[in-house]
């Protein structure tokens, strides 16, 4: 009864966790193109329409991940392997309404990863590069995965940094760094928030490579089933 309870527990989390992150995130997005749309030119159509076609694109995309998760469905939004390209998606939609420059670099060839963790390490980096054009007043943002023996992703901005109290423990009533923290240990990552007082930020989350990557000639189910054990922190 207590496993019981604790997996009913862990599930709640990871629910509220999967409704931060696409409602309020997406509601955080749209309100920024809304508010960049509100205080340009207001006389360019083809501005405005830009901005209205945006929004609808994001509330689509929010309206989809929400019905996911709140089924219960682990579908992933990122529609390929290829992590840098999702980034990139999530930062252009978000530099339409920021005056970030954006950097995405990439290091090493991106093997073949397994869908539930990145997923997660999606979900990560997009809590981190909304933080940035939300939080930061940068004026430049990085986001560099890099594939070797582990993954690692960094994602840098040069803005007036976190303050270390909610560095540690986030921000009362808010549920990002706290679900990036929880999000990290589900797939037995490392994440680190390097962060001074107007001297940017950086964070970095480490994925292991037995966890992350599809080894070739290795059994994709067996490789689910001890993800889906590590998420119910019941592994080994």
């Not at 976190?162 to 808010?174: C, K, L, T």
């Not at 706290?178 to 994440?191: D, F, S, V, W, Y």
């Amino acid at each position: 009864m207590n496993a019981r309870f604790n997996e009913r527990i862990a599930e709640r989390n990871r629910l509220a966790g999967e409704l931060h992150d696409t409602i309020l995130q997406t509601v955080q997005a749209t309100k920024m193109i809304a508010d960049q749309a509100r205080d340009g030119e207001s006389s360019d159509p083809i501005r405005l329409r830009e901005a209205i076609e945006n929004i609808s694109e994001w509330l689509a995309q929010g309206t989809t991940e929400a019905r996911a998760a709140l089924n219960e469905l682990h579908t992933s939004t990122t529609q390929s392997n290829d992590l840098a390209q999702a980034f990139q998606r999530v930062a252009e939609d978000l530099g339409a309404a920021s005056s970030l420059r954006f950097v995405l670099s990439v290091e090493g060839a991106a093997p073949e990863l397994h869908p539930i963790v990145r997923e997660e390490v999606y979900r990560i980096g997009c809590e981190a590069i909304r933080n940035a054009c939300l939080h930061s007043g940068a004026s430049e943002l990085e986001v560099k995965p890099s594939y070797a023996q582990n993954l690692t992703m960094r994602v840098r901005d040069n803005g007036k940094g976190i303050d270390p109290d909610v560095a540690r423990n986030g921000r009362p009533g808010h549920f990002g760094l706290r679900g990036m923290q929880e999000r990290a240990i589900r797939i037995r990552g490392t994440l680190h928030i390097l962060s001074r007082p107007n001297s940017g930020t950086e964070i970095e989350l480490i994925t292991p490579g037995k966890i992350v990557f599809l080894e070739r000639g290795r059994s994709h189910g067996r490789i689910y089933a001890k993800v889906r054990r590590i998420f119910a922190g019941r592994a080994q």
